[in-house]
T-cell receptor, first 112, second 115 residues
Framework: GDSVTQMEGPVTLSEEAFLTINCTYT??????LFWYVQYPGEGLQLLLK?????DKGSNKGFEATYRKETTSFHLEKGSVQVSDSAVYFC???????????FGKGMKLTVNP | NAGVMQNPRHLVRRRGQEARLRCSPM?????VYWYRQLPEEGLKFMVY????????ESGMPKERFSAEFPKEGPSILRIQQVVRGDSAAYFC?????????????FGPGTRLTVL
């Protein structure tokens, strides 16, 4: 069935370290892909998205490229900050519908 | 422009009571989605509604759970006769058109605790 698999963590990094969070999906058709971030005690905020193959989403120094050939949407940031500490969720639309299928989330802690 | 509003933010109920969770979408959005987040889990889709219509309720438990989005007022997720397993964070999201490329904007969630 349709699913999203992502690194689960938790992961602890030092400030200015490089970040990669892997995300792969199974799909029929061509879903839209999203990264959402959840700060402690808050709801989810959209970080970036891509709606077709080879699209690159970017925001706040984060980037992810929609790779159809590897069915992946890995999130990267070259230099993390303490304020990036949060839980990161990869998500996709399901089939041709609007509902989102989420990965389990990865908790990131960035230490000064 | 206010974001998605949910209330209450925290709700405590005893087993057997009813829980009513409210969601006001962003202004101009007519599509509402409800998701449930169990501890240490990702979000799971529950139901998708437009004004006065349930479009997709494939993620709703068959019993005790219902949802509505009336012509006027917020969307309501109702859980009757709550059990401890219903303890979770319930998130509402809204989008303007319900298109698969749309961004869904999430509210802060309601954290339900069943004693």
């Amino acid at each position: 069935g349709d699913s999203v698999t992502q690194m689960e963590g938790p992961v602890t990094l030092s400030e200015e370290a490089f970040l990669t969070i892997n995300c792969t999906y199974t799909a029929t058709g061509y879903p839209s892909l999203f990264w959402y971030v959840q700060y402690p005690g808050e709801g989810l905020q959209l970080l970036l998205k891509a709606t077709k193959a080879d699209d690159k989403g970017s925001n706040k120094g984060f980037e992810a490229t929609y790779r159809k050939e590897t069915t992946s949407f890995h999130l990267e940031k070259g230099s993390v900050q303490v304020s990036d500490s949060a839980v990161y969720f990869c998500a996709r639309t399901e089939g041709g519908s609007e509902k989102l299928v989420f990965g389990k989330g990865m908790k990131l802690t960035v230490n000064p | 422009n206010a974001g998605v509003m949910q209330n209450p933010r925290h709700l405590v109920r005893r087993r057997g009571q009813e829980a009513r969770l409210r969601c006001s979408p962003m202004k101009g959005h007519s599509h509402v989605y409800w998701y449930r987040q169990l501890p240490e889990e990702g979000l799971k889709f529950m139901v998708y509604l437009q004004k006065e219509n349930i479009i997709d309720e494939s993620g709703m438990p068959k019993e005790r759970f219902s949802a509505e989005f009336p012509k006027e007022g917020p969307s309501i997720l109702r859980i009757q006769q709550v059990v401890r397993g219903d303890s979770a964070a319930y998130f509402c999201a809204s989008s303007p058109q319900g298109d698969s490329t749309d961004t869904q904007y999430f509210g802060p969630g309601t954290r339900l605790t069943v004693l």
